[in-house]
């Protein structure tokens, strides 16, 4: 219904902005990523939108790019991802960071998001396969990048801290393969 908000920015509170359109002030929720990128207030701002209703509210959000939206609009269709989840997830990764988290299947960058737990980034990931990078023209991510990828899902798998597999990942080369980059950690690990 609303697609597109263009005025002056009025207010700045963290995550919702109030945009004067021709003296009609609308209350925008936006993501912490376009939050960051907003003019000051007093200044001119367009925000393409995404309008909710609900039987107890209608909420407008806001953002600063197409793909942004696109990626909202792709969570919120997955069961059990409301608005305000999806504005959590575009808050906590970029648009580039959620599908390369997504084509890699790292839940683990998920979770570190406030309000997404284990089963909920395991369900982001299963829904949102192959529909990210494709709409959002995200190109898909270097083979050398996958496999420190496949390493350090390997080490944690094996029980080490997110934190252990990382430092042992800094150590190898950027050019090893799996299984010699797995031996090399697990070498790095046991000193």
């Known amino acids: 219904m609303i697609g597109k908000l263009s005025g002056t920015l009025l207010e700045k509170n963290p995550p919702q902005v109030l945009v004067d359109c021709h003296g009609v002030g609308y209350e925008v929720d936006v993501p912490m990523s376009t939050f960051y990128n907003l003019p000051a207030v007093g200044e001119s701002i367009s925000l393409l939108t995404h309008f909710v209703v609900r039987e107890d509210a209608q909420i407008l959000y806001g953002f600063a790019t197409?793909?942004?939206r696109i990626a909202f609009r792709q969570l919120i269709k997955i069961s059990g991802v409301g608005p305000r989840m999806a504005l959590g997830v575009l808050s906590g990764l970029s648009v580039t960071e959620l599908a390369q988290a997504i084509s890699l299947q790292e839940a683990g960058r998920l979770v570190k998001i406030p309000g997404v737990g284990k089963k909920t980034a395991e369900r982001?990931?299963?829904e949102l396969k192959g529909?990210?990078?494709s709409d959002l023209g995200v190109n898909s991510v270097p083979q050398a990048h996958?496999?420190?990828n496949?390493?350090?899902q390997a080490l944690m798998s094996l029980g080490y801290s997110d934190k252990e597999a990382s430092?042992?990942?800094?150590?190898l080369p950027a050019d090893i393969g799996v299984s010699d980059g797995i031996k090399q950690a697990l070498k790095a690990l046991a000193r």
């Open 66 to 68: 197409a793909e942004e």
């Open 124 to 126: 982001l990931l299963l």
């Open 150 to 152: 496949d390493i350090l």
């Open 131 to 133: 529909k990210m990078g």
């Open 146 to 148: 996958s496999a420190q």
């Open 167 to 171: 430092a042992a990942l800094k150590q």
